[in-house]
């Protein structure tokens, strides 16, 4: 009976991750939505900003109250800066992307052209982690891809800049954007695999707020040059984007805490729920409407999720 207990915290555990990244994919929608808002009203990298930016106090604050509690902080090694700052950059460039494809098609299949970033996960997991995913990551992952494949063609939520059979400008912003999320993700779990011996917790806390404070001083000093207005437009609503920003802390805190508990691959493609809670405030929040192809391909994509949890 002794060892049931230690073996029943194990098994729990190992799962911890699984509600993480559904809670984060959930944090996500959110923030994405209100960031498309921002885009409108500031423009695409005054909005990327805000995000970072009036993140970093909840994620200040989220790093004292663990330390509090017992947490060690983590030492900043050469080889974790240089794999967090690889993610921070792409994370950071992934956001604008994704912005810009938003704003070339309805929000529900621009979160989808971001999605392509499993399979790419998984090979450069593969090449640089050597994390050699399972059978059915691999299946779920090409069921999940041939749903965005179906996403990427005409329908209600295409616009007139989207030429050359659906491949246009929301298909160039939204897989630059899956390719450096992609990158953002080996980035970051590789980051947390150079801070052995420290809780997944402080390890998403501790690698957030760095990121966040290298995002913040590359991307608002380059406003503070190049866009002053579009600085100032965030300032002038700093109530909305605080909490903008607080969410995305909470979501990108959820993220790194699920990479540093379980492969970057396996994190990445739970994380494609994003595209159904994407469906739901694209249809019952903004009234955006769906084509035939993109429902099915919003079909695929969560069958390739069932396929990847099927196997836990």
């Known amino acids: 009976m002794t060892m049931e207990v230690p073996l029943l915290a194990s098994t729990v555990w190992e799962w911890a991750w699984v509600p993480i990244v559904l809670c984060a994919a959930f944090g996500r929608t959110v923030r994405n939505a209100a960031q498309r808002s ?47 700052t690889l993610g921070a950059l792409a994370q950071l460039g992934g956001t604008a992307l994704l912005l810009m494809a938003m704003k070339q098609r309805n929000f529900v299949v621009a979160v989808a052209f971001s999605k392509t970033e499993p399979l790419q996960v998984a090979l450069v997991s593969l090449l640089v982690l ?12 090409l069921i999940a891809m041939l749903g965005v494949v179906l996403l990427t063609y005409s329908g209600p939520g295409r616009r007139a800049t989207d030429v050359g059979g659906g491949f246009g400008l929301s298909a160039v912003y939204g897989l630059g954007a899956g390719a450096a999320f992609a990158l953002m993700a080996v ?17 998403g806390a501790w690698g957030v707020l760095w990121a966040q404070l290298i995002q913040s001083v590359v991307l608002g000093g380059y406003l503070l040059l190049a866009n002053r207005a579009g600085l100032l437009a965030i300032v002038r609503i ?42 739901l405030v694209s249809r019952k929040l903004m009234r955006e409407k769906l084509g035939m192809l993109e429902r099915w391909g919003l079909t695929l994509v969560t069958s390739g999720l069932i396929v990847v949890c099927a196997q836990f």
């Open 130 to 141: 050597h994390e050699v995913p399972g059978g059915l990551s691999m299946l779920g992952m």
């Open 38 to 84: 921002l885009t409108e009203q500031a423009g695409t990298l005054p909005a990327t900003l805000v995000r970072f930016l009036y993140g970093l106090p909840f994620s200040l604050l989220w790093v004292l109250l663990l330390s509090r509690m017992g947490g060690t902080l983590p030492a900043v090694t050469a080889a974790w800066a240089g794999w967090l």
């Open 238 to 279: 700093w109530r909305f984007s605080l909490t903008v920003g607080t969410v995305g802390a909470l979501a990108t805190i959820g993220e790194l805490t699920a990479l540093a508990l379980h492969g970057a691959a396996d994190v990445r493609t739970l994380g494609l729920v994003e595209v159904l809670f994407s469906y």
């Open 187 to 203: 980035g970051y779990r590789a980051a947390a695999l150079h801070q052995p011996g420290v809780t997944p917790w402080m390890n």
